[in-house]
Nanobody, 124 residues
Framework: QVQLVESGGGSVQSGGSLRLSCAAS????????MGWFRQVPGKEREGVAA???????SYTDFVKGRFTISQDNAKNIVYLQMNSLKPEDTAMYYC??????????????????WGQGTQVTVSS
């Protein structure tokens, strides 16, 4: 049973930083992709960043230069370091895992399992 548990969300002022963590367990994919998505009420879930089992990474344009995805393979944890946060980054952030490496394209339908989400709120 695949489990993804996010943590690290909270409230910060504009320009601040947060680091999200996603603890993963129960999957046996030899190749995989871990992704971060975000969603605000009334809008579709959008991809933020992804990292695959070989360490290749992808980012959506609106976070390039501000967010960094990384993983600790020994602990099965994926991180999302978020710097220079803006009010428009306010959203529920979700961690997800996909088998294979198609998840680097940050498409919702490529992902098989999802966490419960952690809220990030950035005030101006």
């Amino acid at each position: 049973q695949v489990q993804l548990v996010e943590s690290g969300g909270g409230s910060v002022q504009s320009g601040g930083s947060l680091r999200l963590s996603c603890a993963a367990s129960g999957y046996t994919y030899r190749t995989y992709c871990m992704g971060w998505f975000r969603q605000v009420p009334g809008k579709e879930r959008e991809g933020v960043a992804a990292i695959d089992s070989d360490g290749a990474m992808s980012y959506t344009d609106f976070v390039k230069g501000r967010f960094t995805i990384s993983q600790d393979n020994a602990k099965n944890i994926v991180y999302l370091q978020m710097n220079s946060l803006k009010p428009e980054d306010t959203a529920m952030y979700y961690c997800a895992v996909s088998s294979g490496t198609y998840g680097l394209a940050l498409l919702y339908e490529s992902y098989d399992h999802w966490g419960q989400g952690t809220q990030v709120t950035v005030s101006s």
